[in-house]
Each structure stands twice: as structure tokens, then as C-alpha cells.
């Protein structure tokens, strides 16, 4: 909740800036807990705690400065803008929020190299999410008012992070392998069911 104040006294900071940084944390961290759950494993509240710590502090903030520079440097919604927003979402926002997230998982769990999960899953990850990004940028930077397109980019973001949490957890970052478990976790369920 620090951080929360700290933001709302910040320069230029508004009350709409917290409230996306609290929705957009309480949203990933469902998205770590739904992919735990899909597992089948226990919660693992630590985990989910880490995942909230590097929402508020660094990906909330940066998806809300981020959107709102890329408006003031192209604004509209004219055909020419939002395929330039878009690419420069693409090209810059996207590896700087993939890095960041594996970088920062990293440190936050204490690991020896903290550069190891972003070397290995970096461009399936980057990868993965151009199969997802640009299809939700597109209808947020066309069709949803820019006082709400964090919000709508964080409720878009549930599914993405219950995807990068798993990769981040078990995944090799690409979608074949969090949906590979899926599969095998309904295949085995089913598999388990009494027959009639």
C-alpha cells in the first residue's frame, strides 16, 4: 500500500493511476493463482505475492506511462495511428514487459542467475505473445477510450498472465507447452472418471 501512496503523490500522479496499478495487480495475481490451480497444485501464495510485488511496482506503472505516451505521440484513431502504435507496442513495449517479468521473477525469488529464465524463454515468449498482443492492441488502440484502455489491456492481460506465470513456473514460453499440460491434466481426468 506504500507504493500506492508513493504513486498517488507523485508528479502528475492522479487517482486514476492507482487504481489501474491495484486493478491491474489484483488481476495478474488471479492469473498466477488460476495457472497454479490448472496444475493442480496447491496454492503457493509466496509466488502469487511476487507476482503482485513486480505488477505494482514495475509492469502496472509501465503499461499505464506506456499507453499514455504512445497517445500523446500518435493520437487517434485513424488507420495510420493505430498501426503505428501498434507496431510500436510490438517492438519496444512488448520485449521491455517480457524482459522485465523474467528479470524480475528472478530476483524476487532469489535466484543465482537472474537473467537464466529470460536467455531460455525469452523469444518464445516474445514470440507467443505476437500470436495474442497485437490482435487486443489493435481493438484497444481503435475502439476502446483512452481513459480506459489500461484497464481494458489489464483485464486482456488475466489471460496472458496466467500464461507467462506458467511458463515462468514450469513452461518453456511458448503456448504448445502450457497447452500441452492442459491436455494432459483433461486426458488424465477423464481418463480417471467412472464409467457408466
Not at 500522479?13 to 488460476?34: E, K
Request: hydrophobic letters at 45%.
Amino acid at each position: 500500500m506504500a507504493v500506492v501512496a508513493a504513486l498517488s503523490r507523485a508528479p502528475g500522479g492522479q487517482p486514476g493511476d492507482r487504481h489501474h496499478v491495484c486493478f491491474n495487480g489484483s488481476l495478474v495475481s488471479a492469473g498466477d493463482a488460476l495457472q497454479q490451480r490448472l496444475q493442480g497444485r496447491e496454492a503457493n501464495w509466496r509466488q502469487t505475492r511476487r507476482v503482485a510485488t513486480l505488477v505494482v511496482t514495475f509492469h502496472a506503472n509501465f503499461n499505464y506511462v506506456w499507453l499514455g505516451l504512445l497517445e500523446r505521440a500518435l493520437p487517434g484513431r485513424a488507420p495510420h495511428a493505430v498501426l503505428a502504435k501498434l507496431l510500436c507496442d510490438q517492438v519496444v513495449g512488448a520485449p521491455i514487459a517480457v524482459s522485465a517479468f523474467y528479470v524480475g521473477m528472478s530476483i524476487l525469488q532469489g535466484k543465482d542467475d537472474i537473467f537464466l529464465d529470460l536467455k531460455q524463454k525469452f523469444w518464445n515468449t516474445y514470440l507467443s505473445g505476437l500470436m495474442y498482443w497485437p490482435f487486443v492492441q489493435l481493438t484497444n488502440f481503435s475502439l476502446v477510450p483512452v481513459q480506459w484502455r489500461t484497464a481494458y489491456a489489464g483485464v486482456c492481460g488475466f489471460l496472458w498472465a496466467t500464461f507467462i506465470c506458467f511458463s515462468q513456473q514450469s513452461g518453456d514460453g511458448t503456448f504448445k507447452s502450457a497447452f500441452t499440460i492442459l491436455y494432459t491434466k483433461g486426458t488424465s481426468a477423464t481418463e480417471g472418471s467412472p464409467k457408466k
